[in-house]
Structures are given as structure tokens and as C-alpha cells.
């Protein structure tokens, strides 16, 4: 009898149609092998899931809910196999000052930043406090969403102007700018699976650059380092996955200025899109997206 699988995707964030392409992708390469079944996260879906009874749980949610320990912890309380990271890795990943904070403590290099509450700092202040810390350009950010949505670089002239885009949001991470060369590193439960460079047309890789076939990133694999550097990369990327205790794949984001590498953030669930980073690293060291697809399955669990 073929294993129940049930693909979880659509989702209430941003990242919304994403999920949806990551699932679409997911359920074409599995449907052959494996009982699948499509699921989106609506108030219904747990009804569905208890009604289709599967085996595992692919989640390819991204985004709040999907990649922050929300649903994980429904997965948990039913005794739900499911995929990728549980719960506190899950939360803890998603949210960029409390992974920044531990990547610092464990020495691993991530640019400078300050966290912004509008209910507790003024506008002035705070421009006060980057000139006094970081120094313009800053980038700004959303502390708990994915993708690279509502990511501006801001010089002091448009700063507020585009922090007024980020008002709906408790929190904004105000990070130091790092310029240099965009370099994503998968892990692979504890394998350094491999690595790619990007280099997009636009000012940085954002969500269009990420998913628009029109913004044209570059994509560059193998990368052009030196093997010790190449190692170096893979090590804080196997390393940061340790700390934040993350289970499945991971893909972590750096930049590489000044023979220095940078971390920016962890991502707990990365796409599975046709444009997406970890097939096509996967893919580049001989490993095929079902291969992929398979080993993520084969490693999900409860109680993570």
C-alpha cells in the first residue's frame, strides 16, 4: 500500500503563493510513488488532515504560521509525522533579532543591527541612534516574515518614508547594510550539501529577484571560492543549523565582503519552486528533486 502523504501549502502569509508553487512542485514528484493529497492551511485543515490519515506531513508552508512553530505544534499535539524543523527551532529561526542574538553569542559574524518599536522610539531617535551605530545605508525588515517581503535598503533621505511601509508590523529589524557577493549554503540534516552565488540585476536579492523570472538573478554554481573558503561558509552554515537545533534541510543566507562572511538569517523551510536555491544545489551535486523530496520524507518525526 502507497505511504499517505499529505502536502500542506497555500497559507494565510505573504508568502502565500509561493507555498502554493512549492506544493504544486512537491505533489508532481511524489504522485507517482506515493497517495498524495493536497491540503491548504484554512480553518478547515485540520479536519482534513484527520479525515485523510497520513503517514507524513510535507509542510510547504512558508512564511507566519507555516514556518514560525505554529502549525508544528498542532503536528506535535496530533502525533503527526511532518517535515523540516519542530517547534522552538521553527520559532527561533523565524525570528531574525532572537537568531541574530544567538549567531553572536556563538561567534558567528552577522552585520550589526537595532531592533525598531514605533510604540517605544520616536523616528527622530532612531536616526539619531543608526548615525550613532551603524551608520546609513541600514536595511530594514519585518522581524518574523520570509522571502525578503518587505525588504527596503534605505539611505537617511528615504528612510522614513519607507519605514511608514513597515507601520503594521510590532517589530523592524534595522540592519546595517553589508555589501558584497550573495552566497546561499543548503544543509542536509548534518551534510554540507553544497553551495550557490547569486547575482541579482536588481539592488539585492529580494522577492522578486527570488521569484520572478523577469528579475533575471544570475544564479552560480559551483562558486567561485577558494576551498578553504568554500569550507568556511559550509562549516558556520552546518553550525548555525546546530545551534538553532533545526532538523530536515536548511538554507542559510550570507554575504561575502571583505574575505569576511556575514550570516543574515537561517530559513527553516526554503522553496522547492523551480526557481529555488536547494533543488538546484541538490541537483548540481547529484542528487535529483524526488532524491531530495524522499530523504526529507524519510527524516520527518514528532517530538522534534
Not at 553569542?105 to 543608526?130: A, G, H
Request: charged share 30%.
Amino acid at each position: 500500500m502507497k505511504k499517505k502523504i499529505l502536502i500542506l501549502g497555500g497559507g494565510l502569509s505573504k508568502e502565500r503563493l509561493i507555498s502554493l508553487e512549492t506544493s504544486k512542485q512537491v505533489k508532481n514528484a511524489l504522485k507517482k510513488k506515493y497517495k498524495v493529497k493536497m491540503c491548504d492551511l484554512d480553518k478547515n485543515f485540520l479536519f482534513k488532515v484527520q479525515k485523510f490519515k497520513p503517514n507524513i506531513i510535507f509542510n510547504a508552508l512558508h512564511g507566519r504560521f507555516g514556518e514560525d512553530g505554529y502549525v508544528q505544534s498542532i503536528f506535535e499535539n496530533q502525533k503527526i509525522r511532518y517535515t523540516h524543523s519542530g517547534v522552538l527551532s521553527s520559532a527561533i529561526a523565524m525570528d531574525k533579532i532572537l537568531s541574530k542574538e544567538i549567531f553572536i553569542k556563538n561567534n558567528i559574524l552577522t552585520p550589526d543591527f537595532i531592533k525598531y518599536d514605533s510604540k517605544k522610539i520616536s523616528k527622530k531617535r532612531i536616526i539619531k541612534k543608526i548615525e550613532k551605530t551603524l551608520n546609513f545605508p541600514v536595511v530594514i525588515k519585518p522581524v518574523s516574515e520570509g522571502s525578503s517581503v518587505d525588504v527596503f535598503i534605505c539611505i537617511k533621505k528615504n528612510f522614513i518614508k519607507n519605514l511608514n511601509k513597515l507601520i503594521k508590523y510590532k517589530e523592524v529589524l534595522i540592519e546595517q547594510y553589508i555589501g558584497g557577493r550573495e552566497i546561499q549554503v543548503a544543509i542536509l540534516g548534518e551534510k554540507k550539501l553544497g553551495a550557490i552565488e547569486l547575482r541579482p540585476k536588481r539592488k539585492f536579492y529580494d522577492y522578486k529577484a527570488k521569484y520572478s523570472t523577469k528579475a533575471k538573478t544570475e544564479h552560480l554554481i559551483p562558486v567561485d571560492l577558494p576551498p578553504k573558503k568554500m569550507n568556511k561558509v559550509l562549516g558556520i552554515a552546518l553550525k548555525a543549523h546546530r545551534l538553532l537545533k533545526c532538523r530536515g534541510v536548511t538554507r542559510s543566507d550570507f554575504k561575502f565582503y571583505k574575505n569576511k562572511f556575514y550570516l543574515l538569517e537561517l530559513n527553516t523551510q526554503p522553496g522547492m519552486t523551480k526557481l529555488s536555491l536547494v533543488p538546484e544545489i541538490a541537483a548540481y551535486n547529484g542528487m535529483s528533486f524526488i532524491q531530495l523530496l524522499e530523504w526529507i520524507l524519510k527524516d520527518a518525526s514528532v517530538n522534534k
